[in-house]
Protein backbone atom coordinates (compact mmCIF):
# COMPACT_ATOMS: atom_id res chain seq x y z
CA UNK A 1 0.00 0.00 0.00
CA UNK A 2 2.90 1.94 -0.86
CA UNK A 3 1.41 3.42 -4.17
CA UNK A 4 0.76 6.89 -3.58
CA UNK A 5 3.87 7.30 -0.98
CA UNK A 6 6.21 6.28 -4.10
CA UNK A 7 4.68 7.88 -6.96
CA UNK A 8 3.25 11.67 -5.10
CA UNK A 9 5.38 12.12 -1.67
CA UNK A 10 3.48 15.57 -1.33
CA UNK A 11 0.02 14.42 -1.39
CA UNK A 12 0.60 11.03 0.57
CA UNK A 13 2.12 13.50 3.15
CA UNK A 14 -0.97 15.77 2.95
CA UNK A 15 -3.04 12.56 3.04
CA UNK A 16 -0.92 10.93 6.58
CA UNK A 17 -0.95 14.81 8.14
CA UNK A 18 -4.86 14.36 7.73
CA UNK A 19 -4.61 11.14 9.09
CA UNK A 20 -2.38 12.51 12.22
CA UNK A 21 -4.96 15.60 13.03
CA UNK A 22 -7.86 13.00 13.28
CA UNK A 23 -6.57 11.01 15.63
CA UNK A 24 -5.10 13.66 17.62
CA UNK A 25 -7.54 15.69 17.98
CA UNK A 26 -11.49 15.76 19.41
CA UNK A 27 -13.58 16.08 16.67
CA UNK A 28 -16.93 17.22 17.62
CA UNK A 29 -18.81 18.72 14.21
CA UNK A 30 -21.69 17.33 14.81
CA UNK A 31 -22.45 16.38 10.75
CA UNK A 32 -18.86 14.40 10.99
CA UNK A 33 -17.85 10.89 11.77
CA UNK A 34 -15.59 8.05 10.90
CA UNK A 35 -16.06 5.38 8.60
CA UNK A 36 -15.11 1.89 9.20
CA UNK A 37 -11.71 0.55 7.54
CA UNK A 38 -14.11 -1.74 5.24
CA UNK A 39 -15.85 1.12 4.15
CA UNK A 40 -13.01 2.96 3.13
CA UNK A 41 -11.62 -0.47 1.18
CA UNK A 42 -14.73 -0.12 -0.99
CA UNK A 43 -14.80 3.44 -1.39
CA UNK A 44 -11.01 3.43 -2.23
CA UNK A 45 -11.15 0.27 -4.80
CA UNK A 46 -11.64 -0.66 -8.11
CA UNK A 47 -15.65 0.51 -8.66
CA UNK A 48 -14.37 3.81 -8.99
CA UNK A 49 -13.45 3.01 -12.34
CA UNK A 50 -16.90 2.15 -13.87
CA UNK A 51 -19.12 3.64 -15.70
CA UNK A 52 -23.09 2.48 -14.94
CA UNK A 53 -25.94 5.16 -15.82
CA UNK A 54 -28.61 3.65 -15.27
CA UNK A 55 -30.09 1.72 -12.65
CA UNK A 56 -29.56 -2.24 -12.29
CA UNK A 57 -30.78 -4.31 -14.94
CA UNK A 58 -31.01 -1.36 -17.50
CA UNK A 59 -27.89 0.40 -17.94
CA UNK A 60 -26.34 2.22 -21.19
CA UNK A 61 -23.22 0.51 -20.02
CA UNK A 62 -22.20 -3.13 -21.11
CA UNK A 63 -19.86 -4.83 -17.88
CA UNK A 64 -22.36 -3.62 -15.40
CA UNK A 65 -23.12 -7.34 -14.07
CA UNK A 66 -20.78 -6.87 -10.69
CA UNK A 67 -21.59 -3.36 -9.94
CA UNK A 68 -25.32 -4.28 -10.17
CA UNK A 69 -25.10 -6.77 -7.73
CA UNK A 70 -23.69 -4.23 -5.49
CA UNK A 71 -26.32 -1.62 -5.99
CA UNK A 72 -29.01 -4.17 -5.35
CA UNK A 73 -27.38 -5.25 -1.68
CA UNK A 74 -27.42 -1.57 -1.04
CA UNK A 75 -30.97 -1.15 -1.91
CA UNK A 76 -31.85 -4.01 -0.41
CA UNK A 77 -30.12 -3.64 2.82
CA UNK A 78 -31.30 -0.02 3.39
CA UNK A 79 -34.86 -0.95 2.61
CA UNK A 80 -34.61 -3.22 5.52
CA UNK A 81 -32.72 -0.61 7.66
CA UNK A 82 -35.50 2.04 7.75
CA UNK A 83 -38.43 -0.33 6.84
CA UNK A 84 -39.01 1.23 3.04
CA UNK A 85 -40.93 0.27 0.64
CA UNK A 86 -38.61 2.68 -2.01
CA UNK A 87 -35.43 3.59 -1.93
CA UNK A 88 -32.52 5.80 -4.52
CA UNK A 89 -29.11 5.02 -2.98
CA UNK A 90 -27.28 7.01 -6.06
CA UNK A 91 -27.73 10.53 -4.72
CA UNK A 92 -23.98 11.99 -4.48
CA UNK A 93 -24.65 14.00 -1.44
CA UNK A 94 -27.61 14.90 0.66
CA UNK A 95 -28.38 18.00 -1.09
CA UNK A 96 -28.60 16.35 -4.44
CA UNK A 97 -31.35 13.83 -2.74
CA UNK A 98 -32.63 17.11 -1.58
CA UNK A 99 -32.89 18.60 -5.39
CA UNK A 100 -34.09 15.57 -6.76
CA UNK A 101 -36.94 15.16 -4.73
CA UNK A 102 -37.67 19.45 -5.15
CA UNK A 103 -37.93 18.20 -9.11
CA UNK A 104 -40.24 15.36 -9.04
CA UNK A 105 -42.72 16.94 -6.61
CA UNK A 106 -42.14 21.16 -7.58
CA UNK A 107 -42.05 23.23 -10.55
CA UNK A 108 -39.78 26.29 -10.44
CA UNK A 109 -42.17 28.86 -8.58
CA UNK A 110 -43.90 26.80 -6.39
CA UNK A 111 -43.93 27.73 -2.64
CA UNK A 112 -42.07 25.04 -0.35
CA UNK A 113 -41.44 25.54 3.61
CA UNK A 114 -38.68 24.81 5.86
CA UNK A 115 -36.97 25.54 9.21
CA UNK A 116 -35.13 29.10 8.87
CA UNK A 117 -31.38 28.10 8.50
CA UNK A 118 -30.38 30.31 11.19
CA UNK A 119 -32.51 28.50 13.48
CA UNK A 120 -30.90 24.88 12.46
CA UNK A 121 -32.45 24.40 8.74
CA UNK A 122 -30.23 23.76 5.82
CA UNK A 123 -29.52 25.34 2.71
CA UNK A 124 -31.16 23.65 0.97
CA UNK A 125 -34.46 23.92 3.04
CA UNK A 126 -34.87 27.48 0.96
CA UNK A 127 -32.28 29.52 1.58
CA UNK A 128 -31.61 32.23 -0.71
CA UNK A 129 -27.66 31.47 -1.63
CA UNK A 130 -29.17 28.51 -2.72
CA UNK A 131 -30.96 27.07 -5.56
CA UNK A 132 -33.62 25.85 -3.10
CA UNK A 133 -34.32 29.72 -2.43
CA UNK A 134 -33.50 30.62 -5.78
CA UNK A 135 -35.92 28.31 -7.90
CA UNK A 136 -38.82 28.10 -5.41
CA UNK A 137 -40.61 30.53 -3.72
CA UNK A 138 -39.29 29.97 -0.18
CA UNK A 139 -40.82 30.42 3.24
CA UNK A 140 -39.02 29.89 6.48
CA UNK A 141 -40.74 28.54 9.71
CA UNK A 142 -39.43 29.32 12.72
CA UNK A 143 -38.63 27.69 16.51
CA UNK A 144 -40.34 29.67 19.36
CA UNK A 145 -38.34 31.74 21.75
CA UNK A 146 -39.35 30.04 24.84
CA UNK A 147 -38.66 26.65 24.06
CA UNK A 148 -36.52 26.32 20.86
CA UNK A 149 -38.42 23.69 19.50
CA UNK A 150 -40.46 24.20 16.19
CA UNK A 151 -43.30 26.42 16.44
CA UNK A 152 -46.45 24.88 15.43
CA UNK A 153 -48.78 28.08 15.88
CA UNK A 154 -46.40 29.79 13.39
CA UNK A 155 -46.15 27.15 10.76
CA UNK A 156 -49.66 26.40 10.58
CA UNK A 157 -50.40 30.13 10.02
CA UNK A 158 -47.78 30.16 7.20
CA UNK A 159 -48.99 27.35 5.79
CA UNK A 160 -52.52 28.98 5.43
CA UNK A 161 -51.77 32.32 4.46
CA UNK A 162 -49.16 30.71 1.80
CA UNK A 163 -50.37 27.80 0.46
CA UNK A 164 -47.04 25.65 0.84
CA UNK A 165 -46.78 22.27 -2.33
CA UNK A 166 -44.12 20.85 0.26
CA UNK A 167 -43.07 21.28 3.37
CA UNK A 168 -39.76 20.04 4.82
CA UNK A 169 -38.80 18.69 8.17
CA UNK A 170 -35.47 18.27 9.83
CA UNK A 171 -32.75 20.32 10.22
CA UNK A 172 -29.06 20.48 10.97
CA UNK A 173 -28.68 22.34 14.25
CA UNK A 174 -31.91 20.84 15.60
CA UNK A 175 -31.04 18.78 18.57
CA UNK A 176 -34.97 17.82 19.50
CA UNK A 177 -36.49 14.93 17.71
CA UNK A 178 -38.31 16.19 14.29
CA UNK A 179 -41.91 16.17 14.82
CA UNK A 180 -43.36 14.24 12.18
CA UNK A 181 -46.69 13.77 13.00
CA UNK A 182 -47.23 17.21 14.22
CA UNK A 183 -45.95 18.28 10.82
CA UNK A 184 -47.88 15.97 8.74
CA UNK A 185 -51.41 17.98 10.12
CA UNK A 186 -50.22 21.05 8.83
CA UNK A 187 -49.05 19.32 5.47
CA UNK A 188 -53.17 17.67 5.51
CA UNK A 189 -54.60 20.73 6.70
CA UNK A 190 -53.52 22.46 3.57
CA UNK A 191 -53.10 19.23 0.97
CA UNK A 192 -49.14 19.92 1.11
CA UNK A 193 -46.59 16.91 0.76
CA UNK A 194 -44.16 16.11 3.47
CA UNK A 195 -40.56 15.85 3.16
CA UNK A 196 -38.49 14.89 6.08
CA UNK A 197 -34.31 15.29 5.77
CA UNK A 198 -33.36 13.21 8.17
CA UNK A 199 -29.51 13.68 6.98
CA UNK A 200 -28.41 14.14 11.18
CA UNK A 201 -29.98 12.06 12.76
CA UNK A 202 -30.69 8.99 10.44
CA UNK A 203 -28.44 6.47 12.18
CA UNK A 204 -30.55 7.29 15.02
CA UNK A 205 -33.70 6.68 12.91
CA UNK A 206 -32.29 3.13 11.98
CA UNK A 207 -32.13 1.48 15.13
CA UNK A 208 -35.38 3.52 16.56
CA UNK A 209 -33.19 6.05 18.87
CA UNK A 210 -35.10 8.83 16.88
CA UNK A 211 -38.77 8.24 15.51
CA UNK A 212 -38.67 7.03 12.18
CA UNK A 213 -40.68 9.42 9.67
CA UNK A 214 -41.67 6.82 7.21
CA UNK A 215 -45.57 6.87 8.05
CA UNK A 216 -45.70 10.17 8.41
CA UNK A 217 -44.06 11.49 5.38
CA UNK A 218 -44.30 10.78 1.77
CA UNK A 219 -40.36 11.21 1.27
CA UNK A 220 -37.47 11.19 3.31
CA UNK A 221 -34.10 11.72 2.18
CA UNK A 222 -30.82 11.62 4.04
CA UNK A 223 -27.11 11.50 4.03
CA UNK A 224 -25.07 8.51 4.58
CA UNK A 225 -21.71 9.99 5.96
CA UNK A 226 -23.50 11.40 9.33
CA UNK A 227 -24.93 9.48 12.23
CA UNK A 228 -25.41 6.82 9.85
CA UNK A 229 -21.54 6.50 9.36
CA UNK A 230 -20.93 5.22 5.95
CA UNK A 231 -19.31 6.71 3.09
CA UNK A 232 -20.19 10.20 1.87
CA UNK A 233 -23.38 10.29 0.00
CA UNK A 234 -27.24 10.54 -0.15
CA UNK A 235 -30.14 8.35 0.11
CA UNK A 236 -33.96 8.94 -1.09
CA UNK A 237 -36.71 6.82 0.19
CA UNK A 238 -40.15 6.28 0.81
CA UNK A 239 -42.10 4.09 3.72
CA UNK A 240 -45.05 3.41 0.73
CA UNK A 241 -44.93 4.36 -3.15
CA UNK A 242 -47.43 5.33 -4.56
CA UNK A 243 -48.80 6.57 -7.82
CA UNK A 244 -47.93 10.15 -9.01
CA UNK A 245 -50.84 13.00 -8.73
CA UNK A 246 -49.09 14.75 -11.85
CA UNK A 247 -50.81 12.46 -14.33
CA UNK A 248 -47.61 11.34 -15.58
CA UNK A 249 -48.30 8.15 -18.03
CA UNK A 250 -45.88 5.36 -19.35
CA UNK A 251 -46.02 6.36 -23.66
CA UNK A 252 -46.87 2.75 -24.03
CA UNK A 253 -48.51 1.53 -21.72
CA UNK A 254 -50.66 4.53 -20.77
CA UNK A 255 -50.50 3.16 -17.15
CA UNK A 256 -49.71 5.82 -14.47
CA UNK A 257 -46.49 5.90 -13.35
CA UNK A 258 -45.38 5.52 -9.70
CA UNK A 259 -43.94 8.51 -8.06
CA UNK A 260 -40.62 6.00 -7.76
CA UNK A 261 -39.83 5.76 -11.29
CA UNK A 262 -40.29 9.60 -11.38
CA UNK A 263 -38.04 10.21 -8.64
CA UNK A 264 -35.39 7.66 -10.34
CA UNK A 265 -35.43 9.70 -13.79
CA UNK A 266 -35.00 12.68 -11.86
CA UNK A 267 -32.04 11.61 -10.11
CA UNK A 268 -30.82 10.30 -13.54
CA UNK A 269 -30.67 11.40 -16.29
CA UNK A 270 -32.55 14.30 -14.61
CA UNK A 271 -29.40 15.96 -12.21
CA UNK A 272 -26.99 13.41 -12.15
CA UNK A 273 -25.07 11.18 -14.97
CA UNK A 274 -23.00 8.10 -13.74
CA UNK A 275 -23.06 7.10 -10.58
CA UNK A 276 -20.46 6.86 -8.13
CA UNK A 277 -20.32 3.05 -7.91
CA UNK A 278 -17.19 2.66 -5.38
CA UNK A 279 -19.32 4.97 -3.00
CA UNK A 280 -22.32 3.17 -3.55
CA UNK A 281 -20.77 -0.69 -3.00
CA UNK A 282 -18.95 1.46 0.66
CA UNK A 283 -23.35 2.58 1.55
CA UNK A 284 -23.69 -1.24 1.04
CA UNK A 285 -21.04 -2.31 3.13
CA UNK A 286 -22.03 0.73 5.81
CA UNK A 287 -25.93 -0.21 5.49
CA UNK A 288 -24.60 -3.83 6.46
CA UNK A 289 -22.53 -2.55 9.59
CA UNK A 290 -25.86 -0.53 10.90
CA UNK A 291 -27.87 -3.72 10.68
CA UNK A 292 -25.81 -5.60 13.16
CA UNK A 293 -26.54 -5.16 16.82
CA UNK A 294 -23.82 -3.34 17.76
CA UNK A 295 -24.86 0.06 16.05
CA UNK A 296 -27.70 -0.16 17.97
CA UNK A 297 -25.69 -0.28 21.13
CA UNK A 298 -23.54 2.47 19.38
CA UNK A 299 -26.42 5.07 18.46
CA UNK A 300 -27.36 4.54 22.28
CA UNK A 301 -23.95 5.50 23.29
CA UNK A 302 -24.02 8.53 20.83
CA UNK A 303 -27.27 10.18 22.77
CA UNK A 304 -26.41 9.05 26.64
CA UNK A 305 -22.67 10.88 25.49
CA UNK A 306 -24.79 14.18 24.08
CA UNK A 307 -26.92 14.30 27.52
CA UNK A 308 -23.87 13.59 29.45
CA UNK A 309 -22.43 16.89 27.52
CA UNK A 310 -25.52 18.97 28.11
CA UNK A 311 -25.75 17.79 31.72
CA UNK A 312 -22.39 19.12 31.99
CA UNK A 313 -22.26 22.40 29.91
CA UNK A 314 -25.71 22.99 31.86
CA UNK A 315 -24.30 22.86 35.47
CA UNK A 316 -21.68 24.87 34.17
CA UNK A 317 -24.22 27.89 33.40
CA UNK A 318 -24.51 27.60 29.92
CA UNK A 319 -27.71 28.44 27.70
CA UNK A 320 -28.70 25.05 25.62
CA UNK A 321 -31.09 26.21 22.77
CA UNK A 322 -34.02 24.29 23.57
CA UNK A 323 -32.77 23.33 27.50
CA UNK A 324 -30.72 20.02 26.45
CA UNK A 325 -30.90 17.56 23.65
CA UNK A 326 -32.61 14.18 22.28
CA UNK A 327 -30.22 13.27 19.96
CA UNK A 328 -26.59 13.51 19.23
CA UNK A 329 -26.12 17.10 18.70
CA UNK A 330 -26.12 20.58 21.37
CA UNK A 331 -26.68 23.84 20.21
CA UNK A 332 -25.06 26.48 22.78
CA UNK A 333 -25.82 30.01 23.19
CA UNK A 334 -22.68 31.53 24.33
CA UNK A 335 -24.39 35.24 23.92
CA UNK A 336 -24.25 34.85 28.49
CA UNK A 337 -20.42 33.80 28.73
CA UNK A 338 -19.54 36.85 26.59
CA UNK A 339 -17.55 35.38 23.57
CA UNK A 340 -18.86 34.80 20.29
CA UNK A 341 -18.84 31.80 18.09
CA UNK A 342 -16.45 32.59 16.15
CA UNK A 343 -13.68 33.15 18.84
CA UNK A 344 -15.23 30.07 20.10
CA UNK A 345 -14.38 28.19 17.45
CA UNK A 346 -10.86 29.26 17.02
CA UNK A 347 -9.50 29.18 20.93
CA UNK A 348 -11.00 25.54 20.98
CA UNK A 349 -9.35 24.60 17.66
CA UNK A 350 -6.02 25.90 19.51
CA UNK A 351 -6.80 22.98 22.03
CA UNK A 352 -7.23 20.57 19.85
CA UNK A 353 -11.37 20.35 20.17
CA UNK A 354 -12.59 21.20 16.43
CA UNK A 355 -16.21 22.09 16.59
CA UNK A 356 -18.10 24.73 14.84
CA UNK A 357 -19.56 28.20 15.25
CA UNK A 358 -23.17 28.23 14.57
CA UNK A 359 -26.09 30.49 14.28
CA UNK A 360 -28.42 30.30 17.23
CA UNK A 361 -32.33 31.32 17.53
CA UNK A 362 -33.04 35.33 16.81
CA UNK A 363 -28.89 35.46 16.29
CA UNK A 364 -28.14 39.24 16.47
CA UNK A 365 -24.27 38.30 15.31
CA UNK A 366 -23.93 37.63 11.61
CA UNK A 367 -23.50 34.09 10.47
CA UNK A 368 -19.72 34.84 10.30
CA UNK A 369 -19.23 36.01 13.95
CA UNK A 370 -23.03 34.21 15.67
CA UNK A 371 -23.63 33.53 18.97
CA UNK A 372 -23.21 30.23 19.00
CA UNK A 373 -21.63 26.75 18.86
CA UNK A 374 -23.09 23.71 17.48
CA UNK A 375 -20.99 20.29 19.49
CA UNK A 376 -21.69 16.97 18.39
CA UNK A 377 -20.98 13.27 19.99
CA UNK A 378 -21.23 10.89 16.83
CA UNK A 379 -17.54 11.13 15.69
CA UNK A 380 -16.24 10.75 19.71
CA UNK A 381 -18.51 8.17 20.42
CA UNK A 382 -17.18 5.99 17.62
CA UNK A 383 -13.77 5.93 19.00
CA UNK A 384 -15.05 4.36 22.49
CA UNK A 385 -15.22 7.39 24.58
CA UNK A 386 -17.98 7.39 27.43
CA UNK A 387 -20.00 9.77 29.43
CA UNK A 388 -16.63 10.56 31.70
CA UNK A 389 -14.64 11.46 28.93
CA UNK A 390 -17.72 13.50 28.13
CA UNK A 391 -17.72 15.39 31.12
CA UNK A 392 -13.70 16.05 30.94
CA UNK A 393 -14.26 17.56 27.32
CA UNK A 394 -16.84 20.00 28.90
CA UNK A 395 -14.46 21.39 31.70
CA UNK A 396 -11.34 21.68 28.78
CA UNK A 397 -13.78 23.74 27.01
CA UNK A 398 -15.49 25.51 29.58
CA UNK A 399 -11.84 26.87 30.57
CA UNK A 400 -10.72 27.30 27.42
CA UNK A 401 -13.42 29.95 26.79
CA UNK A 402 -13.67 31.41 30.64
CA UNK A 403 -10.04 32.54 29.86
CA UNK A 404 -10.11 33.16 25.88
CA UNK A 405 -6.57 34.93 25.87
CA UNK A 406 -4.75 32.64 27.61
CA UNK A 407 -2.39 31.02 24.78
CA UNK A 408 -0.70 29.15 27.78
CA UNK A 409 -3.64 27.42 28.78
CA UNK A 410 -4.54 26.31 25.35
CA UNK A 411 -1.33 24.68 25.10
CA UNK A 412 -1.86 22.61 28.26
CA UNK A 413 -5.11 21.62 27.18
CA UNK A 414 -4.12 20.25 23.80
CA UNK A 415 -1.44 17.81 25.05
CA UNK A 416 -4.01 16.50 27.67
CA UNK A 417 -6.37 16.44 24.53
CA UNK A 418 -3.87 14.37 22.91
CA UNK A 419 -3.35 12.59 25.43
CA UNK A 420 -7.09 11.24 26.16
CA UNK A 421 -7.28 10.72 21.80
CA UNK A 422 -4.22 8.51 22.18
CA UNK A 423 -6.13 6.59 24.83
CA UNK A 424 -8.97 6.05 22.06
CA UNK A 425 -7.45 5.44 18.58
CA UNK A 426 -9.61 5.34 15.54
CA UNK A 427 -7.61 3.15 12.97
CA UNK A 428 -5.17 1.05 14.17
CA UNK A 429 -2.77 1.06 11.28
C1 LIG B 1 -25.75 17.76 5.85
C2 LIG B 1 -27.12 18.06 5.44
C3 LIG B 1 -27.50 18.05 4.09
C4 LIG B 1 -26.56 18.03 2.93
O1 LIG B 1 -25.63 17.09 2.82
P1 LIG B 1 -24.38 17.26 1.85
O2 LIG B 1 -23.98 15.85 1.65
O3 LIG B 1 -23.41 18.10 2.58
O4 LIG B 1 -24.85 17.90 0.59
C5 LIG B 1 -28.85 18.22 3.77
N1 LIG B 1 -29.75 18.41 4.74
C6 LIG B 1 -29.41 18.45 6.04
C7 LIG B 1 -30.48 18.67 7.05
C8 LIG B 1 -28.09 18.31 6.43
O5 LIG B 1 -27.78 18.39 7.71
Not at 231 to 243: L, N, Q, Y
Request: glycine residues 10%.
Amino acid sequence: MNHLENSDPELFHILEREAVREESTLELIASENFTSEAVMEMAGGVMTNKYAEGYPGKRYYGGCEVVDEAENMARDRLKKLFDADYVNVQPHSGSQANMAVFMTFLKPGDVIMGLDLAHGGHLTHGSMVNFSGQLYNSISYHVSKETGRVDFDEIKSLALEHKPKLIICGGSAYPRFIEFEDFREVADSVGAYLMADIAHPSGLVATGVHPSPMKYCDVITSTTHKTLRGPRGGIIMMGKDFENPWGKVAPKSGRVKMVSELIDATVMPGIQGGPLMHVIAAKAVAFGEALRPEFRGYTESVVKNAKAMADEFIKLGYDLVSGGTDTHVLLIDLTNKNITGKHAENILGKTGITLNKNMVPFDVKSPFVTSGIRVGTPAITTRGMGESEMRQVVKWMDKAMSDPENENLFSNILLEVNDLCSNFPIYKH
